[in-house]
């Protein structure tokens, strides 16, 4: 914690950055913080209450931010991938910002609890099963304790192999109840660090590609491409999904897509810009068995 | 948009879609100029018999196609959806045809999960000669689709009904180019009006 905050301290002395971002104890447990004085680098925690992905905060669409000057930002090893993948579209240069890598286990479900809960298999967020990142390798600098592995839940994949299972009328069935509940506020759009259109498609009206009202129709309309935009960029941090108000599985959609452009092009989204995303990318052998 | 009232063509058309020994299976294709389209001209001119339940859309190229052109074709009441294009190392564009085929790999897996039976979507490279593969696929398309029923699921999901006798009728869009556009209807504002010609090739439905 305090090679944290010394490390922050130092970056605002020198003049490195003039802003960190980072997490802090809020009074509903961690919450993002923007530190601008070396003073109050006090502030700055990491724990397994630190779901947010501040890579958010990179996101072109958030312009303000760069407006305080240049950041530096605490990255877990899923951010570090968005940020990876806000490099590889072009929507940021990697001299902008200074990555302040932590070594995460794992973090929880919900940032709310007054201490720091131990991971369990029952505590610990669905993305973190299946993370390779102990370290992120693309920061600038590296700090926190050695973690062990997140503990093992494979919760998610069963759920989407128990839907897969189902025959195709009753995945309507059950995606139609869900998207009932969508009330089309886009607080998933707006959590996510890679969606960065500055004008999104459900805000073109001539054509209306979407229907805005918030019906089952047009909800299947906008979570299909949603989805369909972060195939092969999505990085799983699930804070889509954390951010829905009436609680759609988002992470689902998102990690099934992860599983197709695995098994179809052989792509795991990666924290090195230079690989380049599956969509948008092509080979000339790709497999196509679903073509006449 | 204005509702239209119900016509006793569109009462009699749900009466018949509900039979399975009258259902039409009404299929949207979307096609692209350089190869499928001028397959299916070929098909056309060559007098060959085959379904009429396809209607085609022009676009300049299987890159174009969103997928929110499938969306919408479902949406608009369509049972089933063509996509059919240049084959592979023959794109007009040199690789419009290879960033589909990814595209539409994984959107078939994404709309098969969320519960869109892939069997009502085909894929197919059809060239320019290939007249006669265009009526194959025309053909078995359409005989899936009518073993499947119809696709009510998804265009009577929860929403304000929509006219779904002409697909195409409500997707009219303003085009503000001078002359108006007859063009290649690949082009968000080129009229509707493109499609119904583009579907003569395989013949109009309904």
Redo the contacts between chains.
């Keep these: 914690m305090t090679e944290l905050q010394d490390t922050a301290r130092r970056l605002l002395d020198e003049g490195t950055v003039q802003v960190v971002i980072g997490w802090e104890e809020g009074r509903r447990g961690a919450r993002p913080v923007f530190v601008r004085s070396a003073a109050d680098c006090d502030k700055l925690i990491f724990d397994t209450r630190c779901v947010h992905n501040l890579a958010t905060y990179l996101n072109p669409r958030r312009s303000q931010v760069m407006e305080l000057g240049k950041p530096a930002i605490v990255v877990k090893g899923c951010d570090a991938k968005a940020v990876a993948g806000l490099l590889r579209e072009a929507q940021l240069e990697r001299d902008q910002v200074v990555l302040i890598g932590v070594r995460c286990g794992g973090v929880v479900t919900e940032p709310g609890a007054a201490a720091a809960p131990a991971l369990t298999v029952d505590t610990v967020a669905s993305r973190c099963w299946g993370c390779d990142v102990r370290e992120p390798a693309s920061v600038d600098v590296l700090v926190g304790d050695a973690q062990p592995e997140p503990p093992v839940t494979a919760a998610l994949d069963e759920r989407i192999a128990e839907l897969d299972a189902l025959p195709v009328e009753e995945r309507l069935a059950f995606w139609t109840k869900e998207m009932e509940r969508c009330t089309q506020c886009y607080a998933c759009r707006q959590a996510c660090p890679l969606c960065f259109c500055e004008r999104c498609i459900v805000e073109k009206t001539e054509p209306q590609w979407i229907e805005t009202s918030p019906h089952a129709r047009g909800n299947f309309a906008w979570h299909l491409t949603r989805a369909q935009h972060l195939a092969g960029r999505c990085v799983g941090c699930g804070e889509c999904e954390r951010a829905c108000p009436v609680g759609i599985p988002l992470s689902l959609l998102n990690r099934k897509l992860q599983q197709v452009v695995y098994e179809l092009y052989g792509y795991t989204v990666s924290e090195d810009p230079s690989v380049p995303a599956p969509i948008g990318a092509y080979a000339v052998d790709d497999t196509q068995d679903f073509i006449e | 948009m204005t509702e239209p009232a119900p016509s006793a063509t569109r009462l009699d058309d749900d009466a018949r879609r509900a039979d399975p020994a009258t259902f039409e299976p009404r299929i949207t294709a979307f096609v692209c100029n350089w190869c499928t389209y001028t397959g299916a001209d070929l098909a056309g001119t060559s007098r060959l018999h085959m379904a009429s339940n396809v209607r085609i859309i022009r676009l300049p190229c299987t890159g174009r196609i969103?997928?929110?052109f499938i969306?919408?074709a479902f949406?608009r009441g369509a049972d089933g959806v063509i996509v059919s294009g240049c084959h592979?190392?023959d794109c007009h564009y040199t690789?419009g045809n290879?960033?589909a085929?990814?595209?539409?790999?994984?959107?078939?897996?994404?709309?098969?999960?969320?519960?869109?039976?892939?069997e009502r979507l085909?894929?197919?490279?059809v060239s320019a000669s290939e007249g006669a593969k265009w009526k194959d696929?025309v053909d078995?398309t359409v005989a899936r689709v009518r073993r499947l029923g119809p696709f009510d699921?998804?265009?009577q999901?929860?929403?304000?009904a929509l006219p779904t006798d002409d697909p195409f009728a409500a997707?009219e869009?303003?085009d503000d180019r001078q002359g108006g556009g007859r063009g290649v209807a690949g082009d968000?504002t080129a009229g509707p009006g493109v499609s119904h010609q583009a579907g003569a090739p395989a013949g109009g439905a309904s």
């Design positions: 969103d997928h929110v969306v919408k949406e592979p190392a690789s290879y960033h085929r990814r595209r539409f790999g994984v959107f078939r897996e994404l709309l098969s999960f969320m519960g869109v039976d892939p085909t894929f197919s490279w696929v078995e699921a998804y265009h999901l929860a929403g304000p997707m869009v303003r968000t």
